[in-house]
């Protein structure tokens, strides 16, 4: 998708559900994309949810239970399809309204929420999938184009005044408050916006992990508008 993407990047595209759960992460390519030009009026849909906290977690049941016009019905159902299918392949897809995330302000010099530059970890072998369908997408970033703040020579020597620990103990101080899986944008670096409606697999840190995990960051929210995203 030349045309979405500039050349050189680490995004394989595909154009069918099961290519998008089978096509493996190859190379430098850390991010599976199958674009989709969605119908229906997702607006709606979110118009009619409750956000309960900053960050809902909506059921089937709560969109069932929506009254949509012809419109909004063609969004619900694409959703409904999205959650059972992802869970027929064996995911445990999660749709959330969200307001805002918390946000990290214990420390001036580095953050761990998700509005920085971050990769997802897991103990097993498994992917982060996602998918926007109403409000502000989330965006990946090249790991050519990043540097972990943990070696920036500022930032890593106000880590070790923080640590109480020994030298030996100071790598893991670093995995246990997850300040290595946060990463810094060099200077032009060129963020890559996920778009609406798309459905998105992103590599993951695990032990048996041979590619890079991918670069992405929850981005800063609309005014006066909730997000709609299904992520698993």
């Known amino acids: 998708m030349k045309e979405l993407f500039p050349e050189g990047t680490q995004i394989q595209t595909v154009s069918t559900f099961s290519d998008f759960i089978d096509t493996a992460f190859e190379g430098e390519k ?7 030009n969605l119908e229906g009026d997702f607006a709606e849909v979110v118009s009619k949810l409750t ?5 809902t977690e909506i059921s089937p049941e709560d969109i069932l239970s929506l009254h949509l016009s012809e419109n909004g019905d063609i969004a619900r159902k694409i959703i409904l399809n999205d ?29 761990t929420d998700v509005y920085s530059f971050h990769v997802d970890r897991s103990p097993i072998p498994t992917s982060t999938i996602l ?4 409000g502000a997408p989330s965006e990946i970033l090249p790991n050519y184009q990043a540097v972990q703040k943990i070696m920036i020579p500022e930032i890593r020597a ?27 944008p060099k200077p032009n670096a060129q963020p890559i916006n996920l778009g ?3 459905l998105w697999k992103l590599s993951v840190d695990h032990p048996e992990q041979k590619f890079l995990p991918c670069i992405h960051r929850a ?7 909730f997000r709609l995203l299904l992520i698993c």
């Open 219 to 225: 981005p800063k929210e609309n005014k006066d508008e």
């Open 51 to 55: 956000l309960k906290d900053d960050i």
């Open 158 to 184: 106000k880590l070790r005044e923080l640590h109480t620990g020994s030298d030996e103990d100071f790598n893991t101080f670093l995995e246990e408050y997850f300040f290595d899986l946060h990463y810094e």
């Open 30 to 36: 850390n991010a599976i994309f199958w674009m989709r």
């Open 196 to 198: 609406i409606g798309h």
């Open 83 to 111: 959650l059972k299918t992802l869970s027929d392949y064996g995911a445990k897809p999660t749709l959330n309204l969200l307001k805002n995330y918390e946000r990290d302000l214990e420390f001036d010099f580095i953050s």
């Open 131 to 134: 998918c926007t369908y109403y």
